[in-house]
């Protein structure tokens, strides 16, 4: 505000407006997140309403004086005491939480690649090496892909030992038919297999490829859980044999478990692989002396054999030009058994326990 020299002003208005700045200053000090400093500045520095009012009291008569003077020196205590207070109320809020400005700093914790994704990124730079090409198919796919073509019939008894989940597809509305009854049921896939079929219909020969996907199957125990990952090798071409399988197997075994470790192949069934065996590794949790996990020292890591050619058949290749061998294994039991790994239940690689996940 300002005034002319020759101008006056009423004792009793400037006390009205100092009052007032003291209410509204007091009420702004006490709910405003500002510095000490830039609140004083606002209320109390060269260009604040009070310090302008302030200078106003030499247009007041000398009646008024000592009355107004006496009333802005009480409005400048009551505004630097809730200045003071809520200097002090910061310091002690900031005690409990002081920070050394001189002390180095602390790095935020770093997040690292999954248990399990690491164990595919292994297996995936193994058999790389073996010139096997990592390829990805459908983890939701058509009945036919993943049970027919890999010679299993509807109603053949093998499909009763896949707990397979079936899922709702467009057919099932009863709105659009498929006429062709090779794609008439979809299922989560319960293997890695249906990759074999969807890379021969490639019709690029020979293959050799590793798939790496997801599987679901109703299972659930210290060795199974309702989804999980495999990888499925797949390797054709003119005269391949069983010892091409088992030199493969073996290497892999030696590289991603270590030398020590033992592995077997026993004679098993499957209905895509003729001749089919069922591949195990000595127990890491034990050291093939038996646990609640091994039982008896062995592990089954899963299965292999030769290409059955029913399957080459399916996918218009010659058997009687080209046979080869498949092998699938799953992931988390794979790295379960892998030396100094110590896991003996799959179901804690999904737990989310961060203490767990730290280790690894």
């Known amino acids: 505000m300002t ?47 009070f310090s302008q009012l302030a200078s106003s009291i030499r247009f007041v008569s000398k009646e008024d004086k ?31 939480e002081s920070i050394d400005v001189t002390a180095p700093g602390q790095r935020p914790l770093e997040g690292h690649l999954h248990i399990v994704t690491q164990a595919i990124e292994e297996i995936t730079a193994t058999f790389n090496k073996l010139g096997f090409t990592r390829v990805r198919h459908p983890e939701v796919d058509w009945d036919y892909y993943a049970f027919e073509a890999l010679n299993m019939p509807k109603n053949h008894p093998a499909r009763d030992e896949w707990e397979t989940f079936f899922i709702q597809n467009p057919t099932d509305d009863g709105k659009q038919k498929n006429t062709d009854s090779r794609f008439d049921k979809m299922v989560l896939t ?31 125990d210290v060795s199974h859980t309702p989804m999980f990952h495999q990888f499925e090798g797949l390797y054709i071409d003119k005269n391949v044999s069983i010892g091409h399988l088992k030199g493969v197997l073996d290497y892999f075994a030696a590289s991603f478990f270590g030398k020590e470790r033992k592995t077997r192949i026993r004679p098993f069934h499957f209905q895509f692989t003729e001749p089919s065996f069922e591949v195990d590794i000595s127990c890491g949790i034990c050291n093939g002396k038996g646990c609640r996990l091994c039982k008896e020292g062995w592990l089954e890591l899963g299965g292999s054999g030769m290409v059955h050619p029913n399957v080459l058949r399916f996918c218009n290749i010659d058997p009687d030009v080209y046979n080869g061998y498949a092998f699938g294994w799953g992931v988390e039991r794979a790295y379960m058994m892998k030396s100094q790994t110590n896991l003996d239940d799959i179901r804690i690689l999904y737990g989310n326990d961060i203490r767990f996940l730290t280790q690894f």
């Open 66 to 96: 000592s009355r107004v003077g006496t009333v802005m020196n009480s409005v400048k205590k009551h505004l630097m005491d809730a200045l003071s207070l809520k200097h002090k109320n910061f310091i002690e809020n900031n005690e409990k």
């Open 3 to 49: 005034q002319n020299k020759d101008q006056t002003m009423s004792g009793d208005e400037l006390i009205r407006m100092l009052l007032a700045v003291d209410e509204e200053g007091s009420r702004d000090i006490r709910n405003s997140d500002d510095s000490y400093d830039s609140l004083f500045q606002t209320h109390l520095g060269k260009e604040s309403e």
């Open 190 to 220: 319960p293997h890695t297999s249906n990759g074999q079929i969807h890379e021969m219909e490639k019709g690029v020969l020979p293959i050799r490829m590793i798939n790496i996907a997801k599987c679901y199957r109703r299972q659930i």
